[in-house]
């Protein structure tokens, strides 16, 4: 090798005019060069990079999303100058000496004091765990209803935090201050919830979601309000199936929510990304063919666990080797095989949400690239006008992405990078449905 390459770079990729700092690790183990890549303010470290080779001053390796890098180390050994190269795309990037500590960046929507509501710490107790949350509820008891927020895949907390960003705190403060009492909870294993959540799966998401109805029913300022449920992503999936089991949930608000199974959604989302980056069609069909059919054998297998051998000869029968990233990773394949997600590839949404009774608003941002508003919302209004469903509202709101946050992409890389938590106009639109149907407030004991 020519110059000193290892050691701990760090820069700025410019992702479409959005900035996502990087930490590049370099260090030659049994006589090769390897690389791991940190994204501080994506809170992921420890990124392994492909092919990683150095010579002649110029380094290259390949990443899963952004394609090759290649770089020239300069004379002095301060800078590596380059760019990440995918298809017709390029993204520039030019690394430093040294590491980089994540900045904390404004988040002005999260709510600060006086909240103009009251706030209390409850605990919700199942035979398994002890569920904690946060219910927010108007200082004047006047409460037009009672609402449980639902959050979405992964372990998260009760403000659903992702990237500094507490989508979930910010609903319930702004819901609260228009006369709703809010309870938020902490995921099973998270925060201070106790319980495993290496064994749970979506049917034990309803039942702690029902049990927590009960715990509002209970509540001396809420019996006699009606309660409803909100939730986001896969949450709105789990509120779906408690509204088909509690005949007494008086509203859903899908946020995000899946109309369609989740090989069906996750097929549409990679072939629009494929699509975005110039694939040609043809391998855009035979991508879907394979993403249908390895989840339809994560379906059928039942708890028998895939590798990423059978994932890879999957792909090659399908002839998408060239665009099925396969990784021979434990995380990796573990996401596969875990309890919660093999129950959630078995849900069946459509048939889940034609036997919802309650009112329903079902809410998407156009340019939501985790779950496709198009064809998702289309899958929901399908559902229930089959159903012959009486109050439901599809709102598609445009240039939001899937935490609904004003973006410009609508990918991921996007949400720590937007200051803004909730859009207004998204917030405006839940709270104004429910106004709608619950314009008298109850008062308990009046």
Not at 307 to 314: P, R, V
Not at 333 to 362: H, T
Request: aromatic share 6%.
């Amino acid at each position: 090798m020519t110059g000193n390459i290892e050691g701990t770079w760090n820069g700025v990729i410019d992702l479409n005019g959005t900035p996502v700092p990087i930490v590049l690790r370099l260090a030659v183990r049994d006589s090769k060069l390897c690389a791991t890549a940190d994204f501080p303010q994506h809170y992921r470290s420890g990124v392994d990079l492909l092919d990683v080779s150095y010579a002649g001053r110029t380094l290259r390796f390949g990443t899963r999303n952004m394609g090759v890098f290649t770089g020239t180390l300069s004379r002095d050994g301060m800078q590596i100058a380059g760019a990440f190269s995918n298809k017709d795309q390029r993204y520039p990037l030019v690394l430093a000496t040294g590491d980089v500590r994540r900045a904390e960046q404004a988040r002005p929507q999260t709510p600060e004091p006086p909240f103009g509501y009251d706030t209390e710490e409850v605990h919700v107790d199942r035979d398994d765990c002890r569920l904690a949350g946060t219910l927010t509820i108007p200082s004047d008891r006047k409460i037009r209803a009672g609402v449980l927020l639902i959050t979405g895949s992964g372990a998260m907390d009760r403000d659903e935090t992702v990237f500094g960003h507490k989508p979930f705190w910010v609903l319930a403060d702004y819901l609260s201050r228009r006369g709703y009492a809010v309870l938020r909870l902490d995921n099973r294993g998270v925060g201070a919830s106790t319980g495993d959540r290496s064994t749970h799966t979506v049917a034990d998401d309803v039942d702690d979601m029902s049990a927590a109805i009960d715990h509002m029913q209970g509540h001396g300022d809420l019996r006699g309000v009606p309660i409803g449920l909100v939730g986001h992503s896969v949450g709105a999936l789990t509120g779906a199936q408690v509204a088909t089991r509690r005949s007494a949930v008086a509203f859903l608000v899908s946020m995000a929510g899946p109309g369609l199974r989740v090989g069906e959604a996750f097929a549409d989302r990679e072939c629009e990304a494929l699509e975005k980056t110039g694939v040609d069609p043809t391998a855009i069909a035979r991508h879907r063919v394979f993403t249908l059919a390895l989840y339809e054998d994560l379906r059928e297998r039942g708890d028998v666990p895939i590798d990423s051998a059978e994932i890879t000869a999957l792909a090659a029968r399908s002839g998408a080797t060239e665009t099925a990233v396969v990784k021979d990773s434990t995380d990796w394949i573990a996401r596969f095989n875990e309890p919660w997600f093999r129950s959630l590839v078995r849900c069946e949404p459509a048939a889940i949400l034609r036997r919802v009774a309650a009112p329903l608003l079902a809410i998407n941002g156009s340019l939501d690239a985790q779950v496709r508003a198009a064809t998702n919302l289309a899958a929901i209004q399908q559902a229930l006008e089959a159903a012959r469903h009486p109050d439901f509202e599809i709102v598609e709101l445009a240039g939001l992405n899937h935490l609904f946050q004003t973006c410009t992409t609508g990918l991921p890389y996007e949400y720590p990078a937007i200051e803004e938590t909730f859009a207004p106009r998204a917030l405006a639109t839940v709270g104004d449905w429910l106004d709608a149907r619950f314009d008298v407030r109850f008062v308990p004991g009046a």
